[in-house]
């Protein structure tokens, strides 16, 4: 097939193959399918016959999402989740088990950490990297670890992986490498293509891009080889070959945990995807244009943003995205009262806790997303008392300049 650019790929990647010519993948709206036969149901059930028994399993609204997802991250397969989390939680638990040792970036999405602490109380541990550099990863590895897990760019760190290395160093351990792609998208970075092997996007953020559903996917690269004395959870799906991973999780705990992704938002998520491209694009360049900004107006703030020069992550993100730097910038105010001050202050952006949204979006990490973590992990993911995060919407850059420029020279003042 035709190798397209990016938009053409959201909009034709994955031909439509309604029977009534509908031009989006209807909504089924059913919780289970019926058969003509009891064998034919057999044969499904068995996995010796594709098709669609119960939603929990699968379904085809959220099939063609499935779909999407996979070509746009140059996977072999994808499962949809009700929720990022959930995607995070299947795509670690379908390989670990008690005794097993991850080994994490720091800065990580709060949620992340909270999921690494629940996996504790099941005797699977989390050992993080002070420095996001391959070496740091490479020191923790013991002989109990069995999966390195990253994120492109950390949410609110902001510091990038060098996911090449990482990968690199991963295999040459026998390891695989699950990064998080939620905050750069596939239309920055395929990190499957740069060498890891599972990729998970919280599709709730840029891919849905509305805000209007909550989900996730996580995708397989389809090329990591499972030790059987190191996954042997792996060993009954041997004979899948390399759908041993997806046939896992399809037949056991995706659809036991019931993570399912419900078909009302996985047609929301086929909606918004179609735009992923125009959106990165804008939100990316609106971004860098407002971190210019803000770092010049002479305010005294510390803004962090890979694009900027001075970022000692620009150099990698120069090299490893494509198209931009990303939409998330936070910046130093000097005081948690400035940080209050200034996020009352603004007139555009929503105070509320989400990024990836058409609009504007800010909130204080410290006291929200981040509250749950001790200070000392605070620091480790990047989280300051005086710091607000800024998920750069789509609107017009005067507006967004000059709203944030009223603000922060009345709270100076
Ligand atoms: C939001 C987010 C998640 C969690 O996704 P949900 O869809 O809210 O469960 C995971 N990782 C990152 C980087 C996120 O921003």
Redesign the pocket.
């Known amino acids: 097939m035709t190798e397209y650019g990016f938009n053409t790929m959201l909009l034709h990647g994955v031909p439509q193959e309604d029977p009534y010519g509908a031009t989006h993948t209807p909504i089924y709206q059913s919780s289970a399918f019926q058969h003509k036969s009891a064998e034919d149901l057999e044969n499904i059930f068995t996995n010796k016959a594709m098709g669609f028994s119960y939603t929990r399993i699968n379904n085809p609204t959220v099939e063609a999402f499935e779909k999407r997802i996979t070509k746009l991250e140059h996977g072999v397969a994808s499962v949809a989740c009700a ?6 939680f299947n795509a670690l638990a379908n390989i670990l088990q008690t005794g097993d040792e991850v080994v994490a970036a720091a800065g ?2 709060g ?2 950490v909270e999921l690494f602490e629940d996996l504790e109380r099941f005797g699977i541990t989390t050992r993080y990297v002070t420095e996001n550099e391959p070496e740091a990863y490479e020191k923790l590895i013991t002989d109990r670890t069995r999966v390195i897990f990253a ?1 492109t760019i950390g ?1 609110p760190k902001l510091d990038v992986t060098d996911i090449q290395a990482v990968a690199d160093m991963a295999h040459s351990h026998g390891l695989p490498l699950v990064i ?1 792609n ?2 750069a998208t596939p239309y920055l970075v395929k990190p499957l293509e740069l060498g890891a092997d599972v990729v ?1 996007n ?4 840029y891919i849905n891009g509305n805000s209007d559903a ?3 996917i996580l995708t397989w690269g389809g090329k990591f080889q499972w030790d059987p004395e190191r996954y042997p959870g792996l060993i009954p799906y041997k004979k899948f070959g390399p759908m041993a991973y997806v046939a896992k999780l399809r037949n056991g705990l995706f659809r036991n945990t019931g993570a399912c992704l419900s078909p009302q938002n996985a047609f929301l998520n086929n909606l918004g995807l179609e735009t992923l491209g125009l959106r990165m694009q804008r939100q990316c360049d609106n971004a860098w244009k407002l971190a210019e900004f803000l770092r010049d107006m002479g305010a005294g703030l510390t803004v962090n943003y890979p694009g900027l020069p001075e970022s000692p992550y620009y150099e990698l993100a120069k090299k490893q995205l494509n198209g931009g730097f990303g939409a998330i910038i936070t910046v130093r105010t000097g005081s948690r009262e400035k940080a209050f001050e200034i996020i009352n202050s603004l007139k555009l952006p929503y105070i509320l806790s ?3 949204d058409t609009k504007t979006l800010v909130l204080h990490p410290a006291s929200t997303i981040a509250v749950h973590l001790s200070k000392e992990d605070q620091l480790q993911s990047g989280v300051y008392e005086d710091q607000i995060r800024i998920s750069v919407g789509i609107e017009d850059i005067e507006d967004l300049k000059k709203d944030f420029e009223t603000a922060i020279r009345a709270v100076n003042a």
């Open positions: 929720s990022g989390m959930a995607a995070l990580l999405y949620g992340t994120e949410n998080d939620t905050v998970v919280s599709s709730s953020k909550i989900s996730g989400n990024i990836g």
